[in-house]
């Protein structure tokens, strides 16, 4: 068994992100980790639209990320910390579009270790210094400087260990021009460990240190170390320095330390100042807990600086410093806006702030105002005796503040994120398509979303309008060549043409020059300023004096097809001959003085646009009834001649040649591409050699069930290609590299480009009779969500086996029920307790919920409707209890009416897991399904994890109990019990075999024998294993995802399989002797992948109409991946070398070695990593040729092969 | 003399150990107790966490609180994940 491992959307939650002048224009960008991805955005100044410039994979694991200019520099480099060990530093290349990799320098072990750095990091703001620190004790200094040449040299790194430290934050000091100083918040535990009575652990203070790096002596010193707020938790950076010019401080220098409840304000001999976190005023809150910062950024602006601190409830509060030169005078805090809880800050000097939420959706605000001149009330440090340190160790007063609507800032832009995913499921339920969707439940709390995920472009439509009949094309022209906008829409009847003007309105205009008694074959802009119209009995050009030349068809004949450009017509005549004409330089349209016979009806025609600063283009495809297409010479040396002749399967029904840049075959100069749509649905793809005009690299993809229809269009200043069958799809450039993507819309019938003021990068379309005027904004996202809102944490789904509803279960922990809310609310008014009750309507989405203790919970079900996305019922839960596993059964004793089960528990704590009581609820459907009974409640000892029906009964797994039910009266009826080591999450079955997964101990195999009523664990795993996923591949096989972020397989020998189930009763089993304190069998691994986020979900589908079955995948971060099957020996030899190559071509972007990377836990075994091998698309064509060369094939056969693996499995 | 030499040896081979576990913290030895064993594991556990951004974000929905909030407790049991160490022997 071996599998490709492909990724169809790479993971979406946002780890760090930093902000610079990346390219070294003067435009600030964002780069953005996904974890195992870096990402370069661009803001959109005006629109604040995000657009995403670069995305490459890493192959190892991000864990900061910083970004530095040298003093002078117009250029800002970014600096990587990872789990490999070393650090990078990356310059990103406008002209490669690509990051380069300018250093990367070994300090330790790859891993995300305790004592290798990676975990932080922090720069000296003039770029001279970086500092790299591990969660405990190592930190490294290395020196940044140019070199003669003004390249970036990085120094041999500089020690600043403390041992026995455990490091909470660092940060970079802004000294000036002074010797580079780093701040690092540390807890010594050396004393602590030696201590029994605990006095010390108590005692251990939390120390603020000042690192200096002696530029002069080329050492780090500890300069300072200071006692600080025991719960201090982050720094942010304060500016100081001195301007040369006039000698003014920017600031007074030192550091924020943000603490539980407070901001105090630390510099070496400096008066502290401290001032509490607001907190909200509101009802519910529990005034014990603290509230910490969790993420800030600092913004300097001309002569001022502030700070952005957001608080774990997602509070944004401004703080600003008031001094004189160095002294600080006050610290002040307010209250800002808020944001969805950020797991990164970043504020652009356009005036945005890109908030990159820790879950859920990413955000773009605009800064309307900076909150300085409201209502808000600014709390400072001077309100305080001795500034707000007269006792540093007790917290300060609360205050309180009311969160209110966006005030300061304004929505600009929404970046869609899966993450995280919890559950999909992979159905077919739309109507009208033929491939599958992807149902997830994401997001975490009071933002999570029910999404459908649709594989396709989305189309924006503008404008639809019907139309008097049915036209068969449509078209748009300008009138001149320098023209901006179209000015004509020409539409197509079966037996006349209509002009209509575009202005203000839309409106049928008459003297245009176009016949308007005959269907139209195709429209031009030809020569500078005249129009071009080719009708079945003729060609008439349309000069700029609305004077008409027209060309007429010999009688008796008709003009079948016709193909233009701006100085090239070619028409095609009922009796198989092709007439051809070019512009003079009179602008004249001059015939060829011969025609060419085809010798078989021509059906499809096709020239490419002219190229630049040439007067033809050289070549013509014509595709003719006998099912061949050729190619034929249109320069003036040999014109009309046959240069080449391509057989089809089926006769042509279109063909468009287009130039569409693609870096796999020519990273610079667009590539001529030959489409060829048969009548059959099949679209084949060619490159035209542009020396001798041969038909090279043939690709064929099955459109639909229509005969095809192509238009070559605009999309995004870039040309595309429209390819129309009984789907809708588009060829398009993006990032360098060829897509093809069905669109997300009505079926067209005919399409063309269409330009207007207010739609300048629109298409324009016919479906049946109306007309359709649309744009396609993103290019990059290749799955279209539909969004739905939820409640609480989606936990798990399930389908009816009857009905098209889903069943979902969501639970949330530390959050008060409804119930739980009400009850507290009344019994403050009952104690005459003012409520405020615009807190308590404050909407959960936004604001999130009141925060509560450990072992709340507030948990509901909910039935939706996934194809019209909407909830259809919602059933909270009372008493404490939450959701965790969901089942439908037909019971059998019941006549198998279908009952769903619900696995609950009450007052649960996560670690140690405990809860006072689990239930299995049952519920009878009503209504169709669209409703809920509650028939009884069944207690259990622990918490119901996993149900699963089987065989007209319920299987449960409680805690380590593996546990058969029947229906009964007043509750369910344990029939029988298998024990296993630890809890059970997963199960699957297929006949009366049961697939248990462990939370820590991996898989095992049960069986029930119904003769004995006994149920057996028969074979388990070698290895302990914490799943989270799993699903069965056939009656032995089991794929599964881990904790850790590995896939895996499983496989249970063929003879062992057969003992069991030849044993009727199960006696042989339950005698056979124990292997390794476990069942008697043990399974094999067949296969082992890390994958690089947790794996929620794994489902064996096809995801193409006749295609094969893969094994789909969801991840925690909201990767979506694919794990395809290879099917030949030749496949796996190919795509294996081809994997070997590439690991040592292709070198991780953080210096992760790729081999130990994908095995991180466990030796990669069996699986190959299809996103790295597609890598081989963006070397240099140098490179590719080698890497094929060893392979024994060509480059294109390499990239073809590459293209069907992903193509036909998945039709991504 | 065979004793004194052996005794050397054992001094120097300790002092080089000394070193390498000064170095290395958090290897472990023939002779270690088990609270140091399993304050060892602890911490990196609790270390290793924040390092795989996966696994805090799977914390952190498990627990319903902030990302930036599990990975500070995280911080903060690191430094006594054990409890406070058992008296000694000798004392």
């Not at chain 1, 370069?40 to 694991?61: E, N, P, Y």
């Not at chain 1, 948990?859 to 209890?881: F, G, M, Q, Y």
């Amino acid at each position: 068994m071996h599998l490709y491992n492909l990724s169809l959307q790479a993971p979406t939650a946002v780890t760090h992100s930093v902000v610079g002048n990346f390219s070294g224009a003067r435009q600030q960008e964002l780069i953005v980790s996904h974890g195992t991805r870096l990402e370069l955005l661009r803001v959109d100044g005006q629109t604040g639209k995000i657009s995403v410039v670069l995305a490459t994979d890493v192959f190892g694991s991000i864990r900061s990320l910083a970004s530095f200019r040298l003093t002078g520099g117009t250029k800002d480099f970014a600096i990587v910390g990872s789990d490999s060990g070393r650090i990078v530093i990356l310059e990103y290349d406008p002209k490669t579009n690509s990051f380069l990799k300018l250093h990367q320098e070994t300090f330790g072990k790859s891993g995300a270790r305790r004592i290798v750095p990676g975990q932080y990091l922090a720069t000296d703001p003039k770029g001279r210094a970086v500092m790299i620190s591990a969660m405990e004790k190592s930190k490294l200094v290395y020196i940044l400087n140019r070199d003669a040449a003004a390249n970036l040299t990085i120094s041999s790194p500089l020690e600043a260990h403390k041992n026995s430290a455990i490091i909470h934050d660092i940060v970079g000091l802004d000294v000036g021009f002074e010797n580079p100083m780093f701040a690092a918040l540390e807890v010594d535990y050396s004393e602590s460990d030696q201590d029994p009575s605990g006095e010390a652990f108590m005692n251990a203070a939390k120390m603020l240190t000042f690192y200096e790096l002696d530029l002069g002596l080329n050492h780090v010193v500890r300069k300072w170390s200071e006692p600080t707020d025991s719960r201090a938790n982050l720094l942010v950076q304060v500016p100081g320095g001195q301007l040369g010019s006039t000698e003014k401080f920017d600031g007074p220098s030192g550091v924020l330390v943000c603490c539980e409840d407070h901001i105090i304000y630390r510099h070496m001999d400096a008066p502290q100042h401290r001032v509490p976190i607001p907190r909200r005023s509101h009802p519910m809150e529990d005034k014990d807990r603290g509230i910490i910062i969790t993420s800030a950024v600092m913004h300097k602006m001309k002569g001022a600086f502030f700070f952005l601190l957001q608080s774990e409830e997602g509070d944004l509060f401004k703080v600003t410093i008031d001094h004189e030169d160095e002294q600080v005078k006050s610290l002040k805090i307010k209250y800002f806006d808020t944001v969805p809880v950020a797991a990164s800050l970043c504020i652009l000097k356009l005036g945005f702030l890109f908030v990159a939420s820790e879950f859920g959706n990413h955000y773009l605000y605009q800064f309307q105002k900076l909150g300085d001149d409201d209502s808000e009330r600014e709390i400072s440090s001077t309100d305080f005796p001795s500034l707000g340190m007269e006792n540093p160790s007790s917290p300060l007063p609360h205050i309180n503040f009311r969160p209110r609507p966006l005030d300061n800032l304004a929505l600009a832009e929404e970046i869609e994120s899966l993450d995280p995913i919890l559950d999909a499921k992979v159905l077919n339920l739309l109507p009208n398509s033929d491939t599958p969707q992807i149902f997830a439940a994401c997001g975490r709390g009071a933002r999570s979303t029910f999404r459908t995920l649709r594989h396709g472009l989305e189309v924006e439509e503008t404008v639809s309008s019907e139309l008097p009949g049915i036209p068969n094309a449509v078209w748009t022209t300008k009138l001149k060549e320098d023209d901006t906008y179209d000015s004509y829409i020409i539409l197509s009847f079966i037996n006349g043409t209509l002009v209509l003007s575009i202005g203000e309105t839309i409106e049928e205009v008459q003297d245009t020059g176009f016949l308007s008694s005959a269907p139209t074959l195709a429209v031009q802009q030809i020569g500078a300023d005249a129009l071009l119209q080719v009708h079945p009995h003729g060609i008439r050009h349309v000069l700029a004096d609305r004077k008409v030349n027209e060309w007429k068809v010999p009688p008796g004949r008709t003009i079948v097809c016709a193909t233009t450009n701006k100085r090239q017509v070619v028409a095609a005549l009922s009796t198989a001959e092709l007439v051809y004409f070019e512009l003079d330089s009179d602008g004249q349209l001059n015939e060829y003085q011969d025609r060419k016979a085809m010798g078989s009806t021509v059906l499809a025609l096709s020239i490419g646009e002219v190229p630049e600063g040439r007067l033809r283009t050289p070549y013509l495809a014509v595709g003719c009834e006998d099912q061949t297409v050729r190619i034929i010479s249109l320069d003036p040396e040999s014109t009309l001649e046959t240069i080449s002749l391509q057989a089809l399967t089926a006769p042509p029904s279109a063909i468009c040649i287009a130039d569409m840049l693609d870096a796999s075959i020519d990273r610079n100069l667009p590539t001529m591409f030959v489409n060829i749509g048969l009548q059959n649905g099949v679209l084949l793809r060619t490159v035209l050699d542009p020396v001798n005009g041969q038909l090279t690299d043939t690709r064929t993809r099955f459109l639909g069930s229509r005969h095809v229809r192509l238009v070559r269009v605009t999309v995004q200043r870039n040309a595309a290609m429209l390819a129309l069958s009984s789907r809708s799809w588009l060829n398009y450039t993006h990032q360098h590299m060829l897509h093809f993507t069905p669109l997300i819309f009505e079926n067209l019938d005919y399409a063309w480009s269409f330009s207007a003021e207010l739609c300048p990068e629109g298409l324009i379309g016919i479906s049946g009779n109306t007309l359709r005027i649309f744009q396609i904004a993103k290019l990059g996202n290749k799955l279209k969500q539909t969004t739905m809102p939820l409640t609480y944490t989606p936990r798990k789904f399930i389908t009816h086996p009857q009905n098209r509803l889903f069943y979902m279960i969501e639970s949330d922990h530390r959050v008060h029920s409804e119930e739980a809310v009400s009850t507290k609310i009344q019994e403050m008014q009952r104690n005459g307790q003012r409520v405020d009750h615009a807190m308590l309507d404050l909407p959960p989405s936004v604001f999130g919920r009141t925060k509560a203790p450990a072992g709340t919970w507030a948990s509901c079900i909910r039935i939706l409707d996934p194809i019209e996305a909407k909830t259809v019922h919602v059933l909270h839960l009372d008493n404490n209890e939450a959701a965790f596993s969901i089942a439908i059964t037909p019971f059998i004793s019941q006549g198998s009416e279908h009952y769903l089960v619900v696995g609950t528990a009450k007052d649960t704590f996560i670690a140690p897991r405990s809860c006072t009581s689990g239930y299995l609820r049952t519920y009878r459907f009503t209504d169709e399904g669209r409703g809920l009974e509650l028939l009884h409640k069944t207690e259990t000892d622990d918490v119901p994890m996993a149900l699963l029906a089987f065989q007209g009964k319920l299987v449960a797994g409680i805690g380590k109990s593996l546990r058969l039910y029947e229906m009964g009266k007043k509750k369910l009826l344990r029939k029988v019990e298998a024990k296993t080591p630890l809890a059970i999450v997963a199960l699957e079955t297929q006949g009366s075999r049961i697939i248990v997964g462990d939370m820590q101990e991996s898989i095992h195999y049960a069986v029930y024998k119904p003769l004995e009523n006994r149920l057996l664990i028969f074979a388990d795993d070698v290895s302990p294993r914490w799943t989270t996923a799993l699903t069965m591949v056939d009656y032995n096989t089991v794929a599964a995802g881990d904790k850790f972020g590995n896939f895996f397989v499983n496989r249970l020998a063929e003879s062992a399989s057969n003992a069991v189930d030849d044993d009727p009763s199960g006696a042989g089993i339950l005698h056979e002797k124990g292997q390794l304190m476990g069942a008697p069998h043990k399974t094999k691994m067949m296969c082992h992948y890390h994958v690089g986020d947790i794996i929620t979900s794994l489902h064996k589908v096809a995801l193409v109409a006749g295609g094969r079955e893969i094994l789909v995948y969801t991840g925690l971060h909201g990767t979506i991946g694919i794990l395809i099957p290879l099917v030949s020996k030749d496949d796996v030899d190919f795509i294996t070398t081809l994997e070997q190559h590439m690991r040592t071509e292709q070198g991780s972007l953080v210096g992760r070695d790729h081999l130990s990377w994908r095995g991180y836990f466990t030796p990669v075994k069996a699986v190959v990593d299809g996103d790295l091998c597609e890598t081989f698309a963006r070397l240099p064509a140098q490179k590719q040729a080698s890497i094929a060369g060893e392979l024994d094939r060509t480059v294109g056969e390499v990239l073809k092969k590459l293209e069907q693996l992903r193509v036909s499995t998945s039709g991504f | 003399m065979s004793s004194r030499a052996e005794g050397e040896l054992r001094y120097t081979a300790n002092t080089q150990l000394e070193h390498l576990h000064a170095r290395y913290t958090g290897t472990g030895h023939a002779d270690i107790t088990k609270y140091d064993w399993l304050t060892h594991q602890h911490r990196d556990t609790l270390s290793s966490i924040p390092g795989h951004p996966t696994l805090l974000s799977y914390l952190a929905i498990a627990d319903g609180e902030a990302k930036g909030r599990v990975k500070f407790e995280l911080a903060e049991r690191m430094l006594q994940p054990c409890g406070p160490p058992p008296p000694k022997e000798d004392d």
